[in-house]
């Protein structure tokens, strides 16, 4: 797991999702978890949630943090993780070159939730999030897609719908409508 594949990886719209023991897997699946941020819906419990706290959205000012903590993350139905240790040190480098980001949530200066992902070639494809305090991945999420959408991004990869993002508006298109998205 290094960089270099990681990069050209990501190009091909495949990603990685290692497990303990097993040689590297590789996934471009069909169908493919996208959300459009013209179908992006926050629901109304979360908007008046937001107006209750005081929480701090930064990014890419604790990325190690943030993909460590997806890493200890507990799944329901899920035992480990696929953040197998090989792979934080790829993605800090892909970090450190620009080609992926961190969406941080603080709440009085403790990191309570995140979400990273990799930035390449105009596609944010999303990682992993997580929280330790509820609503902080969900904040995290509408952040991030704030965030996008002041670089020009109008999508992102999320690779599979979970409860989270279908509320959101995720949603599966077709292996080959993203790729098309891709420009493969």
């Given amino acids: 797991m290094n960089v270099e594949t990681l990069r050209a990886a990501y190009r091909k719209g495949i990603f990685p999702w290692p497990q303990e023991g097993m040689p590297p897997l590789w996934f ?69 070159s620009g080609e992926a980001l961190s969406l941080e949530c603080w709440e009085d200066g403790v990191l309570v939730g995140g979400i990273y992902g990799v930035l390449i070639e105009g596609l944010f494809s999303g990682e992993s999030m997580f929280h330790h305090t509820d609503n902080a991945s969900k904040m995290a999420l509408w952040k991030l897609v704030e965030h996008l959408e002041t670089l020009g991004h109008t999508w992102m990869d999320i690779q599979m719908v979970t409860d989270v993002t279908k509320q959101m508006g995720g949603k599966y298109i077709a292996r080959e409508e993203f790729l098309q998205r891709r420009g493969l």
Wanted: charged fraction near 25%; proline fraction near 10%.
């Fill in 28 to 96: 471009c699946p069909d169908p493919r978890g996208v959300l459009d941020f013209k179908d992006f819906h926050v629901p109304r419990s979360l908007k008046k949630f937001a107006n209750k706290i005081d929480w701090l959205f930064t990014v890419n000012e604790a990325f190690s943090e943030v993909v460590r903590a997806c890493q200890n993350q507990p799944r329901p139905g899920q035992t480990g993780t696929w953040i197998v240790p090989q792979m934080v040190p790829a993605y800090e480098k892909l970090h450190a």
